[in-house]
């Protein structure tokens, strides 16, 4: 995929708020004049801020993971995606269209044609079956019984449950009633797809599973994903960028590298603080300059050691450091050294900080 | 002052008010009379046209169809012994009755119950007049009934209606109270329009529960029917009340059997229909 493919937005959410309660508008304005807090909100107008001045873009191809504690407004900012919420304010825009702007049939094809959801309490319809599940998106849309059938068939084979068409939903286990779920929603064929913590009643084995499986099918039909979890590991698992949510507040945004590298605050720090580095980090954020490090050691070739690239993990690069003996591992990109990794950036690494004043090294 | 005036007296200004109904609608009255007693009449022709054989051997077909042999002996059983308790055009009558009062009944009841599922408001207005029609006693229906409409089927489909509205009322609204928000959330999301909603997924979701309601206001019906022997009605209502007035048992107990019949046989195939293994 080119540059510039890769970097169109598909879903733009600007400055969007939603306050519940019977207030709303004389709340958001208080907000707005008086900067309240959320608890403030709560005691004076007793209305409930759910999702306060998210800024998010979603780009074409890209998995987009929200993560955030119960309650921070996950759910609340998913469905206003897809205006299942409307927004007290702000621009939602999806594949360009204002979703504001669409009324009647014109937002029921938007929502059955382009944006898919997959919802954690799977809402299998429990007196049809698997095949007729998968199909129901289709019959919304008023697709000819023999074909969506056909359609739905294919969308089972892709997530490994043809052999299940014929069942009552309450003959499947949990992941699998999952995987129909997903089926549904890609029947359909729509560019995103909205996943609202789709994995989070599975156990441990069959989640890990899952996670595996759907970001590969989401890459390879091309599709894009927005997609929760209150799992910081199933974030960066499945994740190619992470929202971060408070109370609300969306309070950072970027790669799990980014995240874990520069925590935005002590909440994102702590959420972080867990979650093992050895291959999330890479090279290249690890890395010394390869001048500076001439400098300060000015006895080692450069040109002598083992070599790897920019992405390369830090569990490899502590294989390749304690391999060779070696003082450090130059990091090649095109062809040219770009840096050096040393034993003692790799420990920070590990820490989940940046490396060091090179003065030390 | 004695305590005597100060009974509350609702049939004061309840009679006046039927009276005044009768003067001024008596056109409308004259024309819902007719079309009941077309409905039934219709009704009637259709069951007694035939043998009495040919219709219990229809009736065993819908039954095997419905729920397999078991129901078929059953229905095939009942209207078998009406036919050979001789209670044969009286129950057909009764059969009608029930069937057109609880048709209306649902017709009535259904789409409000759907409205008072989606709104509060509908609902709390709904309450009061459905605690009212639910805890006065049947036979006080058939009063008014029978002032405005006189003697005969009419008043007593009217007020067997009446009566069967509340609890399939209640039942749908619960029915559709009851279906999960996530079902509804996936409706929308999938781009369905609010009717397809309705039809593919709440009406299912719905659907043990509706077959509760329509089960209780078949059965509410048919007691109501056979109460209205007492204003002319006819069918097995009025082998009952010939029985009572006449203090003879034979006659009295035989009809009784017929009713539990015809009500076992309602009973039995409107659930098969609504929860069966189909669908
Ligand atoms: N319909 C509603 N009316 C009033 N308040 C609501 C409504 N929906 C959500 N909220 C409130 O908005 C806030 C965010 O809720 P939301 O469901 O989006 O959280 P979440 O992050 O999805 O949590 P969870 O992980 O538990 O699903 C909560 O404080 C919640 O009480
Ligand atoms: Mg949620």
Known sequence: MSAMAASEVLIDCQSVWKVFGDNARAALRAIADRGLSKTEVLQEFSCVVGVSDASIQVRRGEIFCVMGLSGSGKSTLIRLLNRLIEPSSGRITVKGQDLSGLRGQALRDMRAKHIGMVFQSVALLPHRTVLENAAFGLEVQGVARARRLEVAREALARVGLSDWAGRLPRELSGGMQQRVGLARALAADPEIILMDEPFSALDPLIRRQLQDEFRSLTKELGKSAVFITHDLDEAIRIGDRIAIMRDGVIVQVGTAEEIVLNPADGYVADFVAGISRLHLIKAHSVMYEPAAWARARPEVDVGALPRTHPEADIDALIGMVVGSGQEGVAVVDGGRIVGVVTPRGLLQGVRGTAPADLSVV | MSLGDLAVSP???????????????????????????????????????????????????????????????????????????????????????????????VLIAFPLGVLAARRPRVEAGLRPVLDVMQTVPPWVYLIPAVMIFSLGPTPALIATVVYGIPPMLRLTTLAFRQVPREFLELGEASGAAPRTILWRIELPLARPTLAVGLNQCILLSLAMVVLAGLVGAGGLGAEVTRGLTRMEMGPGLRAGLAIVAIALLLDRLSRASLDGRRG
């Open chain 2, 11 to 105: 049939g004061a200004w309840v009679a006046p008010a039927v009276e005044w109904l009768n003067v001024n609608l008596h056109p409308a009255f004259a024309a819902v009379t007719r079309a009941v007693e077309g409905l039934l009449g219709g009704m009637e022709a259709a069951l007694l046209g035939p043998p009495a054989w040919g219709v219990i051997v229809a009736a065993g077909l819908l039954g095997w169809w419905l729920g397999g042999w078991r129901m078929a002996a059953l229905a095939a059983g009942a209207l078998g012994f009406c036919r050979g308790a001789g209670l044969w055009e009286a129950s057909v009558e009764t059969l009608a009755l029930v069937v057109v009062a609880v048709a209306l009944s």
